[in-house]
């Protein structure tokens, strides 16, 4: 078995692959631990081009290795804030209104990953595995086998892949199809964007489609002179772990201090970083719509809305942070009391520990995403919640996990109305079928944790011949 190189836009530190962070950094830290192998990607540091070139730096973790180069301006320009956040996140999330083309950036955007692919090429062994993540390495494959790499390389998606109609609003789509089948295994995270790449290959890049399996999840393609399977890796949480750590923090001061804050009022939890795809301004105007439509509840339950930024110098990040900062403004200048706040809205990050006992507090999670490639926040709601009180998570059906979840409260999050009268239900909803349904999602996440999704990925991945 040779060793797995694992290849993302940031490099999780050292310190976040531990135990107590959680998350997605740790899952993936855990298969590297096993093979042993390299984590390469951006540092995070924007730096000179001298220091630039002089990367990667190496840090060993015995057996693992963190590899970081930074990224000087301009490649952080256009290959991040540009192509990446601009052009590719808001066009894959069927936010066409918010992205833009420039040609300059795209070009920063192949140039960025030729010269990744160029530094990672010294690192790779013969027998390793490599595994690339996400949008912003879309073309690595191909610059790797341009470097002559001969290795297996797999790809997976964290975020949704669009109906070609709305892919080919970006210019290049065709190279960036063309880019994909360079991977010998594409992975995404349900069968509606496994479908949506299936279909351009057939009809725009006429293109041979195999499908076969449970549910046809299993694809095999042949396209632009190659061949690569494809397939559906729902990414997971560990539940036990997250209901562990949020059943020991539940009576640490911070969650003491909201309860006693809340006075007996019933909250609504959400966690999401702010961003336009997670439906933050259609959430708030539906626990507006709550407040209106059912005058008992006012005064009497909390949203609690945590929101830290990200890719803040992005135009259209500035625009949703102002937009939602007026909105809870406006809403809590309507019902708020002189000891009651509707909308706590928190602009900042959180312990991941604090999170999770918060989660565990809350009557419902309210995730409502406009368009999301899994919604881990939805998961960890779920696992967090005390099985003899648990408190029900009402989920948008854009998000990826509402295909697991059968458990949930599903809402269309551009419909306010509906939203609240969700609320309603899950505000009145009696414990038995509280149990009920909770007991339904733990299964579904037990079934697939993070674990799975990461071991079912890599074993497709060693099965698929060598490329010659
Ligand atoms: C992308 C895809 C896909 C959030 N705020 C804080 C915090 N978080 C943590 C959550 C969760 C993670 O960040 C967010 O994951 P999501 O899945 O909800 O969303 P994205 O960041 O958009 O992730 C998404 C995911 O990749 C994995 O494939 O599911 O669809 O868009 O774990 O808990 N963590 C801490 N403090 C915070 O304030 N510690």
């Known amino acids: 078995m040779g060793r797995l190189i694992v290849v993302s836009n940031r490099v999780a530190t050292p310190t976040e692959t531990k135990g107590s ?15 042993g192998g390299v984590w390469f990607g951006w540092s995070g540091d924007v730096v000179s081009e001298t220091v630039a070139n002089a990367g990667p730096q190496l840090v060993e973790e015995d057996p693992v290795t963190f590899a970081t180069v930074g990224l000087t301006r301009k490649d952080y320009d256009q290959y991040y804030r540009g192509f990446s956040n601009a052009t590719l996140w808001p066009v894959f999330h069927y936010r066409n209104d918010l992205a833009r083309y420039e040609r300059d950036e795209y070009a920063g955007y192949r140039r960025v990953n030729a010269w990744l692919a160029h530094k990672l090429k010294k690192l790779i062994e013969p027998d390793d595995n490599i595994w690339i993540h996400d949008y912003h390495l879309i073309p690595f494959a191909e ?30 789509h065709e190279e960036l199809v063309r880019s994909l089948c360079c991977y010998d ?6 069968r509606n964007d496994q479908q949506a790449f299936h279909d351009y290959i057939a009809r ?24 690569l399977r494809t397939g559906v890796y729902r990414i997971g949480v560990f539940p036990d772990e997250i209901a562990e750590q949020a059943a ?16 007996g009022r019933k909250l609504i939890m959400s966690v999401d970083r702010l961003d336009y795809s997670k439906g933050l301004v259609e959430r708030f105007h539906a626990f507006e719509q709550l407040l209106e439509q059912a005058p ?18 992005v135009a259209s990040y500035k625009a949703i942070r102002e937009e939602l900062e007026r909105e809870a403004g406006r809403i809590n200048g309507r019902f708020s009391g002189l000891d009651y706040t509707p909308i706590r809205y928190l602009s900042q990050q959180y312990d991941r520990w604090k999170l ?3 989660f565990r507090e809350s009557q419902i999670g309210f995730v409502t995403p406009l368009h999301d490639g899994m919604n881990l926040v939805a998961k960890e709601y779920v696992a967090a919640q005390n099985p003899n009180d648990p408190g029900v998570l009402v989920l948008s059906i854009f998000a990826g996990a509402a295909a697991e979840l059968s458990g949930a409260l599903f809402v269309n999050p551009h419909d306010s109305a509906g939203m609240a009268e969700a609320l309603q239900t899950a505000l009145g909803m009696p414990l038995d079928e509280r149990k009920a349904r909770y007991h339904t999602n733990m299964e579904a996440l037990r079934r697939n944790d993070l674990g799975v999704w990461r071991d079912t990925f890599l074993s497709d991945l060693a099965s698929v011949p060598q490329p010659t």
């Open 185 to 190: 295994l594409l992975g995404f995270q349900t």
């Open 204 to 227: 725009e890049a006429h293109g041979k489609v195999v499908e076969s399996g449970e549910n046809k999840e299993h694809g095999e393609i042949e396209a632009y002179g190659r061949k």
């Open 248 to 263: 020991r923090y539940e009576s640490r001061q911070h969650v003491l201090d909201l309860k006693q804050s809340l006075e």
């Open 356 to 358: 999770m006992s918060l």
């Open 21 to 35: 962070a959680g998350g997605l950094a740790v899952g993936v830290f855990g298969a590297l631990k096993d093979a």
């Open 296 to 313: 008992d509840w006012r005064g009497n339950v909390t949203l609690v809305q945590i929101a830290p930024p990200t890719r803040s110098d």
């Open 143 to 172: 610059a790797l086998r341009s470097e002559g790499v001969k290795n297996r390389i797999g790809f997976f998606l964290h975020i949704p892949f669009p109906s070609p109609q709305v892919l080919q609003t970006i210019p290049p």
